[in-house]
Nanobody, 124 residues
Framework: QVQLVESGGGLVQAGGSLRLSCAAS????????LGWFRQAPGKEREFVAA????????YYADSVKGRFTISRDNAKNTVYLQMNSLKPEDTAVYYC?????????????????WGQGTQVTVSS
């Protein structure tokens, strides 16, 4: 069992930056692929970014490519999402997720564990 706890959300003006963190429990963290997803009110949960077990492969939604960076520190059991040049349309609850495989995925249903989410609000 893996427990995920996100932090770092908040209110920021358009053009600003935030860094989200997701701390995981469990000794097998380093063998799991990880992802960040988001869900805005009235919308479905959508893929944001994902990273393979080693960090060697990363994937991004087109809407955040060039602005967001996903990274992980297996020694700290933590995955990060650095968000720059934030836009009002980035406003959502952000979730981290883990899947019991080394290969990352963009599909929410392929993830086995989820955090509780952290709110990100970008004002115009």
């Amino acid at each position: 069992q893996v427990q995920l706890v996100e932090s770092g959300g908040g209110l920021v003006q358009a053009g600003g930056s935030l860094r989200l963190s997701c701390a995981a429990s469990g000794r097998t963290f380093s063998t799991y692929a990880l992802g960040w997803f988001r869900q805005a009110p009235g919308k479905e949960r959508e893929f944001v970014a994902a990273i393979s077990w080693s960090g060697g492969s990363t994937y991004y939604a087109d809407s955040v490519k060039g602005r967001f960076t996903i990274s992980r520190d297996n020694a700290k059991n933590t995955v990060y999402l650095q968000m720059n040049s934030l836009k009002p349309e980035d406003t959502a609850v952000y979730y981290c997720a883990a899947r019991r495989t080394v290969v990352a995925s963009t599909i929410p249903l392929s993830y086995d564990y989820w955090g509780q989410g952290t709110q990100v609000t970008v004002s115009s």
